[in-house]
Protein backbone atom coordinates (compact mmCIF):
# COMPACT_ATOMS: atom_id res chain seq x y z
CA UNK A 1 0.00 0.00 0.00
CA UNK A 2 2.62 1.74 0.09
CA UNK A 3 3.74 1.47 -3.36
CA UNK A 4 4.02 4.28 -5.92
CA UNK A 5 3.67 2.56 -9.46
CA UNK A 6 5.43 5.22 -12.36
CA UNK A 7 5.47 4.20 -16.32
CA UNK A 8 6.61 4.27 -18.69
CA UNK A 9 10.16 2.92 -17.34
CA UNK A 10 11.51 4.67 -20.83
CA UNK A 11 10.00 7.53 -23.48
CA UNK A 12 11.78 9.22 -26.47
CA UNK A 13 10.04 11.99 -27.96
CA UNK A 14 11.24 14.23 -30.47
CA UNK A 15 12.08 17.83 -29.95
CA UNK A 16 8.72 19.80 -29.46
CA UNK A 17 6.77 16.80 -28.35
CA UNK A 18 4.61 16.42 -25.11
CA UNK A 19 5.53 13.42 -23.16
CA UNK A 20 3.23 11.98 -20.49
CA UNK A 21 4.97 10.16 -17.28
CA UNK A 22 1.71 8.51 -15.34
CA UNK A 23 2.13 7.77 -11.55
CA UNK A 24 -0.55 5.59 -9.35
CA UNK A 25 -0.58 4.72 -5.46
CA UNK A 26 -2.97 2.98 -2.91
CA UNK A 27 -2.97 5.05 0.23
CA UNK A 28 -4.99 7.72 0.41
CA UNK A 29 -3.28 9.32 3.34
CA UNK A 30 -1.01 10.36 0.80
CA UNK A 31 -1.71 14.13 0.45
CA UNK A 32 1.52 15.78 -1.17
CA UNK A 33 3.05 14.53 -4.64
CA UNK A 34 6.20 16.32 -5.57
CA UNK A 35 8.17 15.44 -9.12
CA UNK A 36 11.78 15.09 -9.49
CA UNK A 37 13.95 15.55 -12.48
CA UNK A 38 17.72 13.74 -11.93
CA UNK A 39 20.58 14.33 -14.25
CA UNK A 40 23.44 11.35 -14.18
CA UNK A 41 25.46 12.44 -11.60
CA UNK A 42 23.68 14.94 -10.13
CA UNK A 43 20.92 14.81 -7.11
CA UNK A 44 17.07 14.68 -7.50
CA UNK A 45 15.68 18.56 -8.10
CA UNK A 46 12.15 18.71 -7.39
CA UNK A 47 10.49 20.24 -10.27
CA UNK A 48 6.83 20.71 -8.80
CA UNK A 49 4.59 19.53 -6.89
CA UNK A 50 0.39 19.25 -6.11
CA UNK A 51 -1.27 18.32 -3.13
CA UNK A 52 -4.94 16.74 -3.62
CA UNK A 53 -7.14 19.62 -3.38
CA UNK A 54 -6.27 20.50 -7.23
CA UNK A 55 -6.69 18.79 -9.97
CA UNK A 56 -4.08 20.67 -11.90
CA UNK A 57 -0.99 22.55 -11.52
CA UNK A 58 1.08 24.71 -13.89
CA UNK A 59 4.89 25.80 -13.62
CA UNK A 60 6.29 27.03 -16.86
CA UNK A 61 6.49 24.14 -19.63
CA UNK A 62 5.46 21.68 -16.91
CA UNK A 63 1.91 20.58 -15.66
CA UNK A 64 1.01 18.01 -12.97
CA UNK A 65 -2.36 16.47 -13.25
CA UNK A 66 -4.16 14.90 -10.42
CA UNK A 67 -7.07 12.38 -10.24
CA UNK A 68 -7.98 12.20 -6.66
CA UNK A 69 -10.94 9.46 -7.41
CA UNK A 70 -8.46 7.28 -9.38
CA UNK A 71 -5.41 8.07 -7.34
CA UNK A 72 -3.65 8.91 -10.41
CA UNK A 73 -1.43 12.13 -11.16
CA UNK A 74 1.02 12.35 -14.46
CA UNK A 75 3.43 15.06 -15.40
CA UNK A 76 3.69 16.81 -19.08
CA UNK A 77 6.14 18.77 -20.51
CA UNK A 78 5.08 21.04 -23.36
CA UNK A 79 7.60 21.52 -25.98
CA UNK A 80 10.32 19.48 -24.61
CA UNK A 81 13.49 20.46 -25.52
CA UNK A 82 16.92 18.14 -26.04
CA UNK A 83 17.66 19.88 -22.14
CA UNK A 84 15.02 18.27 -20.83
CA UNK A 85 16.61 14.76 -21.04
CA UNK A 86 17.18 13.30 -17.91
CA UNK A 87 15.01 10.73 -15.22
CA UNK A 88 12.11 11.74 -13.85
CA UNK A 89 10.41 10.60 -10.63
CA UNK A 90 6.88 10.87 -9.30
CA UNK A 91 6.54 10.81 -5.19
CA UNK A 92 4.17 10.16 -2.21
CA UNK A 93 3.86 11.65 1.12
CA UNK A 94 1.49 11.62 3.75
CA UNK A 95 0.76 14.14 6.26
CA UNK A 96 3.97 15.12 8.84
CA UNK A 97 5.40 11.77 8.02
CA UNK A 98 8.68 13.13 5.89
CA UNK A 99 9.04 10.86 4.17
CA UNK A 100 8.85 10.38 0.06
CA UNK A 101 7.62 7.27 -1.43
CA UNK A 102 9.24 7.04 -4.89
CA UNK A 103 8.30 5.95 -8.30
CA UNK A 104 10.57 3.53 -10.02
CA UNK A 105 11.65 6.65 -12.17
CA UNK A 106 11.36 7.35 -16.08
CA UNK A 107 14.26 7.71 -18.33
CA UNK A 108 13.23 10.69 -20.77
CA UNK A 109 15.07 11.25 -24.18
CA UNK A 110 14.01 14.62 -26.17
CA UNK A 111 15.64 13.77 -29.90
CA UNK A 112 16.42 16.84 -31.63
CA UNK B 1 22.25 30.06 0.78
CA UNK B 2 24.38 27.03 0.11
CA UNK B 3 22.30 24.21 -0.68
CA UNK B 4 22.61 20.26 1.00
CA UNK B 5 26.49 19.51 1.22
CA UNK B 6 27.33 15.67 0.60
CA UNK B 7 30.86 14.66 1.16
CA UNK B 8 32.78 12.83 -0.30
CA UNK B 9 31.00 12.99 -3.55
CA UNK B 10 32.96 9.39 -4.31
CA UNK B 11 33.74 6.71 -1.58
CA UNK B 12 35.87 3.31 -2.38
CA UNK B 13 35.63 0.64 0.42
CA UNK B 14 36.95 -2.93 0.73
CA UNK B 15 34.82 -5.72 1.86
CA UNK B 16 34.54 -5.08 5.21
CA UNK B 17 35.67 -1.50 5.84
CA UNK B 18 33.48 1.13 7.23
CA UNK B 19 31.93 3.51 5.61
CA UNK B 20 30.97 7.43 6.70
CA UNK B 21 28.91 9.62 4.77
CA UNK B 22 27.87 13.44 5.51
CA UNK B 23 25.35 15.49 5.02
CA UNK B 24 25.25 19.01 5.92
CA UNK B 25 21.49 20.42 5.68
CA UNK B 26 20.65 23.59 3.90
CA UNK B 27 21.07 26.68 6.59
CA UNK B 28 17.57 26.60 8.55
CA UNK B 29 16.55 23.34 8.02
CA UNK B 30 16.35 20.99 10.83
CA UNK B 31 14.95 17.66 9.06
CA UNK B 32 17.12 15.25 7.25
CA UNK B 33 16.37 12.44 5.72
CA UNK B 34 18.54 10.26 4.01
CA UNK B 35 17.98 7.60 1.00
CA UNK B 36 19.55 4.70 -0.91
CA UNK B 37 19.47 4.69 -5.26
CA UNK B 38 20.73 1.23 -6.59
CA UNK B 39 21.24 1.41 -9.88
CA UNK B 40 18.21 1.96 -12.66
CA UNK B 41 15.97 2.27 -9.71
CA UNK B 42 14.31 4.63 -7.86
CA UNK B 43 15.15 6.13 -4.05
CA UNK B 44 13.84 3.80 -1.14
CA UNK B 45 13.82 5.81 2.15
CA UNK B 46 16.30 4.69 4.78
CA UNK B 47 15.82 7.18 7.64
CA UNK B 48 14.50 10.67 8.40
CA UNK B 49 16.51 12.23 11.48
CA UNK B 50 15.62 15.57 13.79
CA UNK B 51 18.28 17.30 15.45
CA UNK B 52 19.64 14.57 18.24
CA UNK B 53 16.81 12.68 17.23
CA UNK B 54 15.78 9.91 14.83
CA UNK B 55 12.00 9.73 13.62
CA UNK B 56 11.66 6.98 11.72
CA UNK B 57 14.04 4.64 10.96
CA UNK B 58 11.95 2.05 9.26
CA UNK B 59 14.01 1.81 6.14
CA UNK B 60 17.48 1.37 7.77
CA UNK B 61 18.74 -2.53 7.27
CA UNK B 62 18.97 -3.96 10.95
CA UNK B 63 22.24 -4.72 11.05
CA UNK B 64 25.67 -2.94 10.28
CA UNK B 65 24.00 0.43 9.63
CA UNK B 66 23.18 3.59 11.79
CA UNK B 67 22.37 7.16 11.52
CA UNK B 68 23.08 10.81 13.75
CA UNK B 69 22.20 14.03 13.68
CA UNK B 70 24.15 15.88 16.31
CA UNK B 71 23.32 19.04 18.31
CA UNK B 72 26.92 20.45 16.60
CA UNK B 73 28.16 19.25 13.06
CA UNK B 74 27.10 17.47 10.32
CA UNK B 75 24.26 14.25 9.68
CA UNK B 76 26.29 11.24 9.29
CA UNK B 77 25.11 7.47 8.24
CA UNK B 78 27.78 4.67 8.90
CA UNK B 79 27.76 1.61 7.77
CA UNK B 80 29.89 -0.92 9.21
CA UNK B 81 31.56 -3.69 7.94
CA UNK B 82 30.54 -3.25 3.90
CA UNK B 83 29.60 -5.84 1.53
CA UNK B 84 29.17 -5.14 -2.15
CA UNK B 85 25.47 -5.30 -1.94
CA UNK B 86 25.75 -1.85 -0.47
CA UNK B 87 27.80 -0.16 -3.62
CA UNK B 88 24.85 2.55 -4.12
CA UNK B 89 24.18 6.27 -4.44
CA UNK B 90 23.23 7.44 -1.22
CA UNK B 91 21.29 10.69 -1.09
CA UNK B 92 20.56 12.91 1.86
CA UNK B 93 17.66 15.67 2.10
CA UNK B 94 16.91 18.08 3.55
CA UNK B 95 13.75 20.42 5.07
CA UNK B 96 12.84 22.83 7.54
CA UNK B 97 9.71 20.97 8.28
CA UNK B 98 8.38 17.35 7.91
CA UNK B 99 5.73 18.96 5.54
CA UNK B 100 7.78 20.96 3.43
CA UNK B 101 9.31 20.53 0.21
CA UNK B 102 12.62 18.68 0.35
CA UNK B 103 16.39 19.53 -1.17
CA UNK B 104 18.23 17.25 -1.91
CA UNK B 105 22.13 17.02 -2.17
CA UNK B 106 24.76 15.57 -5.04
CA UNK B 107 24.95 12.47 -3.18
CA UNK B 108 27.51 9.81 -2.16
CA UNK B 109 28.31 6.84 -4.30
CA UNK B 110 29.64 4.23 -2.35
CA UNK B 111 31.60 1.64 -4.58
CA UNK B 112 32.75 -1.58 -2.46
CA UNK B 113 35.63 -3.92 -3.89
Known amino acids: QQQVKQSPQSLIVQKGGIPIINCAYENTAFDYFPWYQQFPGKGPALLIA?????SEKKEGRFTISFNKSAKQFSLHIMDSQPGDSATYFC???????????FGQGTTLQVKP | NAGVMQNPRHLVRRRGQEARLRCSPM?????VYWYRQLPEEGLKFMVYLQKENIIDESGMPKERFSAEFPKEGPSILRIQQVVRGDSAAYFC???????????FGQGTRLTVV
Open chain 2, 27 to 31: KGHSH
Open chain 1, 50 to 54: IRPDV
Open chain 2, 93 to 103: ASSPGSDSEAF
Open chain 1, 91 to 101: AARSGNTGKLI
